[in-house]
T-cell receptor, first 111, second 113 residues
Framework: GQQVMQIPQYQHVQEGEDFTTYCNSS?????IQWYKQRPGGHPVFLIQ?????EVKKQKRLTFQFGEAKKNSSLHITATQTTDVGTYFCAGTPSNTGKLIFGQGTTLQVKP | KAGVTQTPRYLIKTRGQQVTLSCSPISGHRSVSWYQQTPGQGLQFLFEYFSETQRNKGNFPGRFSGRQFSNSRSEMNVSTLELGDSALYLCASSLQDSNYGYTFGSGTRLTVV
């Protein structure tokens, strides 16, 4: 079936280091969304990308949508302890209306 | 404005029982989706409702069902509970569909013993 794969599954970084998580789909996506879930919390919507090659920034976070609309990345510059959590990508395959979530990348930041 | 409200927050049920979970979306949101979250499987799509109609369905057995009322509130039901149904059940609402981003509720933590 349609899948959205996300790597790595876990990442431990020292505070101040950069972090990147990657998302790949087996099919073309009409959009890609990113969510953050803090430990014990629920996913919170961060951003949506819809255009091929689109790049968006939110302070230290940079989001990219691939040219083929099958992959995406989230890059955090100079991580802080407040960045701890699980980051999920989620995409809507072009031929369905379902929002499919990746498995998530859990980020740990050592102070 | 009020967020997505899910009740109850926690639930303990016995195998074979049935359970009903409730979700009240953000006012004005007409799309409600349900997800099952487990450590091993991540966020799995159950179904989506829009204007009282099931618009999309995931790959779950028929024991999982749902409905949406005219005020957009939604319920999901799981019959003949199994141990593997233990999970966090998340409801998410959106204006119309997944192209608008989802707002999630805090979830219902279901434990089947």
């Amino acid at each position: 079936g349609q899948q959205v794969m996300q790597i790595p599954q876990y990442q431990h970084v020292q505070e101040g280091e950069d972090f990147t998580t990657y998302c790949n789909s087996s099919t073309t996506l009409s959009n890609i969304q990113w969510y953050k879930q803090r430990p014990g919390g629920h996913p919170v919507f961060l951003i949506q990308l819809v255009k091929s090659g689109e790049v968006k920034k939110q302070k230290r976070l940079t989001f990219q949508f691939g040219e083929a609309k099958k992959n995406s990345s989230l890059h955090i510059t100079a991580t802080q302890t407040t960045d701890v959590g699980t980051y999920f990508c989620a995409g809507t395959p072009s031929n369905t209306g379902k929002l499919i979530f990746g498995q998530g990348t859990t980020l740990q930041v050592k102070p | 404005k009020a967020g997505v409200t899910q009740t109850p927050r926690y639930l303990i049920k016995t195998r074979g029982q049935q359970v009903t979970l409730s979700c009240s979306p953000i006012s004005g949101h007409r799309s409600v989706s349900w997800y099952q979250q487990t450590p091993g499987q991540g966020l799995q799509f159950l179904f989506e409702y829009f204007s009282e109609t099931q618009r999309n369905k995931g790959n779950f057995p028929g024991r999982f069902s749902g409905r949406q009322f005219s005020n957009s509130r939604s319920e999901m039901n799981v019959s003949t509970l199994e141990l593997g149904d233990s999970a966090l059940y998340l409801c998410a609402s959106s204006l119309q569909d997944s192209n608008y981003g989802y707002t999630f509720g805090s979830g219902t933590r279901l434990t089947v013993v």
